[in-house]
Every structure is written in C-alpha cells, then in structure tokens.
C-alpha cells in the first residue's frame, strides 16, 4: 500500500485539503502502477517548518511503498506532488523536500510467497510481553485466569485487580 505522508507549515481548510487528496492519490497510483484503492495520503497542515533558515511557506513528504519505486518513478512522483502543492497552496517546488523508502516484498512474504506479519508487529508483540513482565502482570495475569477459571468469574486484564478477596489457598503458589 503506497502512503504519501504531507506536511506543511500553512493551514489547509477542507476543502483544498480534499482537493489535495483527490489529486495525490490519482497521481501517485498512476505513477506508481498501483490502484487508487491501494493508495493512502496523509496531509497535516499547520506543522511548524523552518526550510533553508526561514518560515516562507514549505512542505514535507514522505513516501513509503512496497516495491514500485525507482529514480524515474521517483522523479515524475516528486515533480508531480510539487506541481498539485505549488498549484493548491502556492508552494514553491524549491520549499518541497520528499524522502522516498522502497520496502521490498520480501519482507512481508516467506519463500513460498505466503504473507507474513511485518517485522514491526513481532518487535511490538516482544515490547508489550517485556511490559508485562517488567510490571509483574505476567504473575498477576495468571492468578488471576486460575481465580476465574476457579469461580467462573471474568474480567479484564488488570495489574491492580488482584486484591485479599480471594483466597490464597485456592491457588498455586507460583
């Protein structure tokens, strides 16, 4: 999914944004080769921006897509969006700067070409287990899943809900 993050340091009212987003999206999926459906623009106005030492008006883009990208593709994409911000914002394409990251399909495929999770999901799965076991609601989760399973009781994970109303003597000494 090719996305195109836009900042920029004017305020864009909703009705140029719209425009923007109509126009990027049509632009970068022709470009790119990819269907519109495919194809996500994020724009926020109003950023604090200080390009080349001053305020003047200027805008920022990041494109990230999963293959599709090269020096020529990258070059009409770069001309392009600079031509709908010069023509919706009165940006000069001298104020616009677009960074451009090229994900390999590889990385989200294994070597019979069946999908994989991204990277990213497995290190946020280790942060939010690393979490738990740093705040002890790995022990507290499991006393309270034998409570519940004990008394037929449910609820929500919670490393404060664990209190003397229960009886240490129906558990496991963990």
């Known amino acids: 999914m090719p996305t195109l993050n836009l900042f920029t340091n004017l305020p864009v009212d ?3 944004a719209s425009d923007i987003l ?3 999206t049509k632009a970068v999926a022709k470009i ?5 459906s495919y ?8 950023v604090p921006i200080a390009f080349a030492g001053t305020e003047a008006p200027a805008a920022y883009g990041e494109l990230i897509s999963i293959g599709g990208l090269g020096p020529s593709v990258n070059g009409k994409l770069s001309s392009t969006i600079a031509e709908i911000l010069q023509t919706k914002l009165s940006i000069d394409s001298n104020r616009f700067y677009i960074k451009f990251y ?4 590889s990385l989200y495929e294994n070597k019979e070409g069946n999908d994989v999770l991204p990277p990213i999901f497995w290190v946020q799965w280790l942060n939010f287990l690393m979490n738990l076991l740093k705040n002890n609601c790995s022990g507290v989760w499991r006393r309270n899943f034998l409570v519940q399973q004990q008394f037929k009781t449910s609820s929500a994970l919670n490393c404060d809900r664990f ?3 229960v009886n240490p003597s129906h558990m496991f000494n963990w």
């Open 39 to 46: 194809v996500m623009i994020l724009l926020n106005g109003g």
């Open 163 to 165: 209190t003397e109303e």
């Open 14 to 16: 909703a009705v140029i």
């Open 22 to 24: 109509k126009d990027a």
């Open 102 to 105: 090229d994900s390999p399909v």
């Open 32 to 36: 790119i080769g990819k269907p519109e």
